[in-house]
Each structure stands twice: as structure tokens, then as C-alpha cells.
């Protein structure tokens, strides 16, 4: 484990640490998250939340995916 970081729990789900909100509203993606998740500058992200539930940022293409599971897909 690298010093200074911490990886909760051993299931699907893990927390790749924090990030500081600047003054433009902009945050920096934890390096190991970015690695993990194939992030590269200039990727889309795409942002989702509600107020009693937060935010959710990923990559467009996982709501796509969810969507051909959902409603099945064309061919």
C-alpha cells in the first residue's frame, strides 16, 4: 500500500482517496484512480448526483452500457 494512502475494505467498491475543490470548481482525480480506470487528459466524464445521495462521476460509456443492459441491445 502506498504511505500516506489507504484503501478501504477488500470488496468491488474502494475509495482512492480525496480531492480538494479549487477555485474554479475544478478537481484533481487521484493518479491511482485515473490508472485504474484508464482517465487520461481530455477524457468526458460525465457527472451525476442528488441532494440526499451525492455525486457520481464516470465515463460516459458505462451509462451506455447500463442502458443496452437495461433495455437490451440493438442489432
Given at each position: 500500500?502506498?504511505?500516506?494512502?489507504h484503501i478501504l475494505g477488500q470488496s468491488k467498491n474502494r475509495?482512492?482517496?480525496t480531492a480538494?475543490?479549487?477555485?474554479?470548481?475544478?478537481i484533481v482525480i487521484p493518479q491511482?484512480?485515473?490508472?485504474?480506470?484508464?482517465i487520461s487528459p481530455?477524457?468526458?466524464?460525465?457527472?451525476?448526483?442528488?441532494e440526499s445521495s451525492g455525486l457520481?462521476?464516470?465515463k460516459p460509456e458505462i451509462l451506455h452500457d447500463l442502458a443496452d443492459e437495461?433495455?437490451?441491445k440493438e442489432e
Open positions: 500500500m502506498p504511505s500516506g494512502k475509495v482512492f482517496g480538494k475543490v479549487g477555485d474554479r470548481g475544478q491511482e484512480a485515473r490508472r485504474f480506470f484508464g481530455g477524457d468526458t466524464l460525465l457527472i451525476l448526483g442528488n457520481v462521476v464516470t437495461i433495455l437490451g
